[in-house]
């Protein structure tokens, strides 16, 4: 993947550019779990949750500044170990909201037999999401 043209259009100079593009092929990897974790907060701070929540952000927070310390300082690991370290932070913080739903402790009960699609539910999510997602691509 180049990302060249997209991070210079961000501010970045020919002296950032290799470690910027090195740090964002490592973290590109890991944009799943950030995505997942914001969403599912979302809906956690939504059921009126929001210690779960905070604690969610909370330990991916710690969790990268410790794998920050071990990646960067004792492993000598530079810009490569500081995107370990946030792609392994959000990793964690995956699980720790994903736990959270799976021990039964939530309002939202997960089952596999909810996750069939269903066309008439399909369609009612296209009507309300087609617009805001064209939307937002543009």
Known sequence: ????????????????????????????IGAVFQTYVF????AVRAEGNARVAMLTM??????????DALFI??????IRGAATATVIAQVISTVYVTSYYL???????????NFALKVNIMRGVLALGLIGFIMGIL
């Open 39 to 42: 969403a599912v907060n979302n």
């Open 58 to 67: 909370v330990i991916g927070a710690l969790a990268n500044i410790g794998l």
């Open 73 to 78: 300082l004792k492993l000598g690991m530079g």
């Open 1 to 28: 993947m180049h990302l060249g043209g997209t991070i210079r259009d961000l501010g970045t100079t020919d002296a950032i550019l290799p470690f910027a593009k090195e740090y964002m092929d490592i973290v590109l």
């Open 103 to 113: 021990t039964g402790k939530s309002t939202l009960k997960i089952s596999v037999k």
